[in-house]
């Protein structure tokens, strides 16, 4: 696929994604690669969300064309790439009505970046799980037993639970579904002007 074949399948998609002259315009830190984008099936549905650097990855193997910038560039020796903040998959993918799987990124995700104990928001690296129920006190791995949790917060609770630790989760946790995920991608899509027409429909 060559960047003339993107450029003619629409300007509105891939063009100007590469542009020898975009250093001149806001170039993009490390930071902007961690930026969320915004997944559209091939039939516009939002479906989910994931990091620039691998949006941008899908758009250079022909999976998927951007429908949204976010202003950020990629620099290489010759070129600058622009940015995606919303892409398209270029083929139909059917979206189980399921569960996802259970791991600590979909945990952190639905719980939005906050501690479910004293509801601060930090980045990924400065949050851990806690068992609601500890582990040894038989309690499991399991979506409604996970929590994501500040540090402070899981050294307070301890080997205790939420009432012998006094202390409330936010919300009960439950298990991440499709239902869940598009909650999410609403919420965050408040702040930012080219997902909302995509989410509010």
């Known amino acids: 696929m ?4 993107d450029h003619d399948a629409g300007s509105r998609h891939t063009a100007g994604l590469f542009s020898p002259a975009a ?3 806001r170039p993009g830190d490390g930071h ?8 559209l099936n091939a039939s516009y549905e ?3 969300v994931c990091a ?5 990855v899908l758009v250079l193997k022909g999976v998927a064309m951007t429908e949204e910038e976010n202003g950020h560039f990629l620099h290489s020796a010759r070129v600058a790439m622009r940015l995606p903040s919303v892409i398209r998959l270029l083929e139909y993918r059917r979206i189980p009505h399921q569960s996802r799987a259970l791991s600590r990124k979909n945990i ?15 980045p990924s690296g400065e949050l851990t799980l806690d068992h609601v129920i500890p582990r ?20 307070r609770k ?13 919300r009960e946790p439950r298990a991440f579904n499709l239902h869940t995920s598009r909650h999410i991608m609403r919420l965050m899509g408040r702040s930012d002007d080219k997902w909302r027409k995509y989410l509010f429909y």
Do not use: F
């Open 2 to 5: 060559s960047l003339r074949m």
């Open 23 to 25: 250093a001149a315009h």
């Open 32 to 39: 902007a690669l961690l930026a969320p984008v915004l997944v």
């Open 46 to 48: 939002p479906i989910n």
């Open 52 to 56: 620039a650097r691998r949006a941008l």
């Open 108 to 122: 952190l995700l639905r719980d939005r970046n906050s501690c479910q104990y004293c509801a601060t928001v930090l």
């Open 136 to 155: 040894s006190r038989g309690g499991s791995s399991t979506w409604e037993n996970l929590v994501a949790c500040c540090h402070a917060c899981n050294r």
């Open 158 to 170: 301890g080997n205790q639970s939420p009432t012998e630790a006094g202390m409330k989760l936010m």
